[in-house]
């Protein structure tokens, strides 16, 4: 009897975890749910010691085949100072020519290739290649009508986007407010903002895009995106939109001692009593900053566990494509002289990174300080746990308001971190009322309310729900 044929799919990320994680979630659902045969092309930094552990840990199951391209050297083609998203432009399209040859000779001939937003320039070599081309969206719809409306706003809008006194209109969308665009909208004359309207015509070009979110969560945006939608309409967008998330993580395997003596840690701790505090792949504070959050820690009186890295003047996502290996003592250097000591029997600090996923499924975790990644985001809202939204850079302003002012699962301090020091007794206030909740608005409002998005995200990936009924459309779409 003749074998059916296995429908085959491949995968580019570019460089950054916060890209080649929700790739990989991408891939492992479709081998696990479809039974497609999967090649994630993985442009790497080659630099930090999580990625090597991510990456081993995709070729530990056997779930997919991985081609790790080293990043192009860039060095002659862009300038000390240009920014992480100017960067990733041109790593990727350095990359564009040993992308070009894997897709043309790997076998079997792949169906479609599913790209990351910074490897857009992959869709007209897929055209070229006679195969399907769809980008991979790992933010939310909000996230993407902004991208694909740029560049008519570029037209529409005259001066610097945060001067503006009126919140940004996007047809059928939420506006946004000025000081919440994207960061390369933050001055049109960076290299980073031409990289990135092309972005938007780039995903305009494929096939169909794909959206870390559901349904249910933001109807409002994807009916805007979708045929008959004004934004459609007024993009003249002939594309599907497939609302897949979320996406997340399970919990990984504890393989390490540092994650066993932290879980150690976190079974000694009551329930929902710990705030996990933790600025993604790439975040760093000033070093004034460091030390109000340190105070606002203690103060509060909380448990707490941070994921502290050394901290750097000016750069708020300076760990981006290095996540460093600095040791405890290094980053204790940091914090408040006596802070360690004193917080000894509250607190637990890790150096760099740590297993995110295994922390916040963790039963005595009740609130998450963070930078509000979207991969993070998810993560916490999956495993209802309310945040205190402390954007740095890339969306995160957007994804903060996202999460405060529309889902009500984040509370956030008053003015962005990004403008002013955030102070101690904000940070403390912050704590308290995520852990232990405000009597005036009877209880916790924001663990009331995550707990809800919670139950709406399981539905989505359930049987029949959403998310996996939109995974099918596009399986089928792509195996047809
Ligand atoms: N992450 C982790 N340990 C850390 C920091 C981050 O496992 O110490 C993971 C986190 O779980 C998430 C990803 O790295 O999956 C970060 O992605 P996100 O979109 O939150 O932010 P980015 O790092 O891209 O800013």
């Not at 790992?138 to 037209?155: G, K, N, Q, R, W």
């Amino acid at each position: 009897m003749e074998t059916p044929k296995l429908t085959h799919v491949v995968l580019v990320s570019s460089p950054g975890l916060g890209h080649l994680i929700p790739v990989i979630e991408l891939a492992k659902r479709f081998v696990l749910l479809h039974n497609f045969k999967v090649t994630v092309i993985a442009v790497t930094s080659q630099t930090s010691p999580a990625e090597t552990q991510i990456l081993n840990s995709l070729l530990t199951p056997s779930l997919c085949h991985l081609i790790d391209i080293p990043s192009p050297d860039i060095n002659a083609l862009v300038s000390p100072n240009d920014a992480v998203v100017t960067r990733l432009c041109v790593v990727m399209s350095e990359a564009k020519l040993a992308i070009r040859s894997i897709l043309s000779e790997i076998n079997p001939r792949p169906s479609a290739v599913i790209v990351d937003v910074f490897s857009t320039e992959t869709i007209p070599i897929a055209r070229e290649l006679d195969i399907l081309g769809y980008v991979y969206i790992a933010s939310h719809a909000s996230m993407l009508a902004l991208v694909l409306y740029s560049p008519v706003l570029d037209e529409l809008v005259e001066g610097q986007y945060v001067d503006q006194t009126e919140p940004i209109k996007i047809p059928g969308c939420k506006p946004v407010r000025p000081e919440n665009v994207f960061d390369p909208m933050l001055d049109r004359n960076d290299r980073q903002y031409t990289e990135y309207l092309k972005i938007g015509n780039g995903v305009l070009q494929s096939d169909g895009v794909l959206v870390n979110t559901w349904e249910e969560l933001q109807r409002e945006e994807l009916e805007a995106l979708r045929e008959g939608g004004s934004l459609s309409e007024a993009l003249n967008m002939k594309i599907p939109v497939y609302a897949v998330g979320p996406l997340v993580r399970e919990p990984e395997l504890v393989t390490n001692s540092s994650t066993e003596s932290l879980v150690t840690w976190l079974n000694q701790q009551p329930t929902q009593s710990v705030v996990y505090v933790s600025f993604g792949s790439g975040g760093t504070l000033s070093s004034e900053q460091m030390k109000e959050l340190a105070w606002g820690l203690e103060l509060s009186e909380q448990r707490f566990l941070w994921v502290v890295r050394p901290s750097i003047e000016g750069i708020a996502d300076a760990a981006f494509f290095t996540t460093g290996s600095s040791g405890i003592d290094e980053v204790a250097k940091y914090l408040p002289e006596g802070f360690v000591s004193r917080t000894r029997e509250v607190g637990l600090l890790v150096p760099e990174w740590a297993q995110q996923v295994t922390i916040l499924g963790h039963r005595s975790i009740g609130g998450f300080l963070s930078h509000c990644g979207w991969g993070s985001t998810l993560e916490s809202v999956t495993n209802g746990v309310p945040l205190i939204a402390w954007p740095l850079y890339a969306e995160q302003r957007m994804n903060a308001a996202l999460l405060a002012e529309e889902l009500g699962v984040a509370v956030g301090p008053r003015v962005l971190p990004t403008k002013k020091v955030v102070r101690r007794e904000e940070i403390e206030e912050m704590v308290r009322e995520v852990i232990e909740g405000v009597e005036s608005v009877k209880g916790n409002r924001v663990r009331k309310r995550v707990k809800e998005v919670q139950q709406s995200a399981m539905k989505a990936l359930s049987k029949g729900g959403s998310s996996l009924v939109a995974l099918s459309q596009l399986a089928n779409r792509i195996s047809g």
